[in-house]
């Protein structure tokens, strides 16, 4: 090849991955529109002309996304935790995502179109789904609003021929577009519902019994003086919930229950006979009480400790997605899982009639880390047609 050619092709693979790299940091920026530019990303990774360049582009827009991940894992983990250790977590992750990417690419374009297609399957579903962050599906709900399987699918299609059958790709994927938009109206919650954000920051922990007990009153307080009938609460305002602590609340929700009024509050549950491992829920009471819903996918980690069956919060990725908050089938989506796409695809199969977001972000503050879990909430209510509620404590 000529040499001219070969600096002409480096430049344009290099070009294509810094495009990417910028292109995840302003789709992960915490507004909803922007994540439409995360669909550049596989359909730069199908314009390279080499493997080395395919996984170099992946990487780039998951380094790109994924920043936050360095000043928010020191704030997550401690201060013992040192910034190589957080850069650590992020390189590892975004490289991990990327691999499929540069696995399944091939010189041969029909079957590359297939391995685009694939790629974006392996990094939704577990166990790469586990830390499947910023995906492209997700854009999917910015694009085509209201239209479900159809709209992911439509994404897939599109980021695998847009390459070598743009045309046919553009125009379908227009078409589709046009009518989703034109057509779409945005679901409206129910009007008694109430989403609730808090701002405890970390003072409910339990080195703070006194800041616990503090924000268990004004939690409290709200629930009873609040006109919604159905009140949602952020995760973990309730450190553990226990028979002391059902006790403490008893006379709030003999009021909650005559004022026909349920709350869904996030807290610890404990595991008996396990001192350090807890279930973290949201807890339903008042006057349509449901079983706790149990968290799914914690952060891996932090929360979920691969490695052990005495610590942590357990993994749960096959548990159901969806319970009954005051007769309405609900998703729920617990603070991390809101950043992937699993947890969305497993609820939407259960049919719900709202997805309600809890999160617990006062470690997050300073970072787009919150608004981009909003962000994606918003996103996939849009794709599903179900209006969404969140709760964030800060």
């Known amino acids: 090849m000529d040499v001219s050619l070969m600096k ?58 994924t920043w936050p991940i360095l000043p928010g894992a020191k704030a997550f983990f401690g201060a013992n935790v040192t910034w190589i250790e957080s850069a650590t977590l992020w390189l590892t992750s975004s490289l991990l995502l990327a691999i499929p990417f540069g696995l399944l690419w091939t010189k041969t374009i029909r079957l590359r179109r297939f391995g685009i297609v694939c790629a974006l399957l392996v990094i939704s579903l577990p166990p790469v789904g586990l830390v499947g962050w910023a995906s492209p599906l997700t854009a999917a709900g910015v694009l085509f609003p209201g239209t479900a399987w159809l709209g992911l699918a439509s994404i897939a299609f599109f980021c695998a021929f847009c390459s070598r059958g743009p045309r046919l790709a553009a125009g379908t994927a227009g078409i589709l577009l ?18 609730v954000n808090t701002n405890f920051g970390s003072g409910f922990s ?26 949602i609460f952020p995760e973990m305002v309730i450190n553990r919930w226990n028979d002391a602590t059902a006790s403490f609340w008893e006379p709030t929700l003999f009021r909650l229950r005559q004022a026909d009024k349920t709350i869904v509050i996030g807290a610890g549950l404990p595991i008996p006979g396990q001192s350090r491992s807890y279930l973290n829920a ?8 449901s079983p706790p819903f149990i968290q799914r996918i914690p952060v891996p980690i932090a929360m979920w400790k691969p490695f052990s069956t005495t610590e942590g919060v357990p993994l749960r990725f096959l548990g159901s997605g969806t319970t009954v908050v005051a007769g309405q089938r609900s998703a729920i989506l617990i603070c991390y899982e809101q950043l992937l796409t699993w947890p969305y695809i497993a609820s939407a199969l259960e049919q719900p009639g709202i997805l309600i977001g809890i999160a617990n972000d006062y470690w997050a503050t ?21 209006p969404y509620i969140s709760a964030t404590n800060t």
């Open 178 to 195: 046009l009518l989703a938009q034109s057509t779409y109206r945005q679901p409206v919650s129910p009007p008694s519902w109430q989403g």
């Open 206 to 231: 339990v080195a703070s019994p006194l800041m616990e007990f503090q924000s268990s009153e004004a939690v409290q307080c709200i629930a009873r003086e609040s006109l919604s009938k159905v009140l």
């Open 282 to 289: 949201a807890i339903i009471l008042g006057r349509h009480p």
């Open 366 to 386: 300073g970072t787009s880390i919150p608004a981009a879990q909003n962000a994606c909430l918003q996103a996939w209510s849009r794709l599903f047609g179900i």
């Open 8 to 65: 002409k092709e480096s430049c344009r693979a290099w070009g294509l991955s810094i495009v990417s790299a910028l292109a995840g940091v302003i789709a992960w920026s915490g507004s909803m529109p922007a994540i439409a530019l995360a669909i550049f990303m596989p359909i730069a990774v199908s314009l390279q002309g080499t493997r080395r360049h395919a996984f170099i582009t992946a990487a780039a827009y998951y380094i790109g996304s």
